[in-house]
């Protein structure tokens, strides 16, 4: 079992930076993947950005060049780095990490709101 623990949301207005942290626990030797994912009201869950183990990453084509995903493998954390926000990237975001046999563990969700 993995257990991920989200931090750092909050209230920003338009233009600012924020970041937010997930710490991994448990069977974190099992993990592969670690991404955000995030739910806006209405809207279906996305992927925003994810980091494999060996240090490649994806981004969802809405925040490149905006968010920089990174892991501390020391930490068992991974981090989430958001400038440029806009009142679109308003969300829950969501921890995400998958093992190596495919199995997906989510965090409890942290809210981001970009106000104008």
């Known amino acids: 079992q993995v257990q991920l623990v989200e931090s750092g949301g909050g209230l920003v207005q338009a233009g600012g930076s924020l970041r937010l942290s997930c710490a991994a626990s448990g069977s974190i030797g099992t993990i592969n993947i670690m991404g955000w994912y995030r739910q806006a009201p209405g809207k279906q869950r996305e992927l925003v950005a994810a980091i494999r183990s060996g240090g490649s990453t994806n981004y969802a084509d809405s925040v490149k060049d905006r968010f920089t995903i990174s892991r501390d493998n020391a930490k068992n954390t991974v981090y989430l780095q958001m400038h440029s926000l806009k009142p679109e990237d308003t969300a829950i975001y969501y921890c995400?990490?998958?093992?190596?046999?495919?199995?997906?563990?989510w965090g409890q969700g942290t809210q981001v709101t970009v106000s104008l």
């Open positions: 995400n990490a998958q093992n190596w046999g495919y199995k997906t563990y």
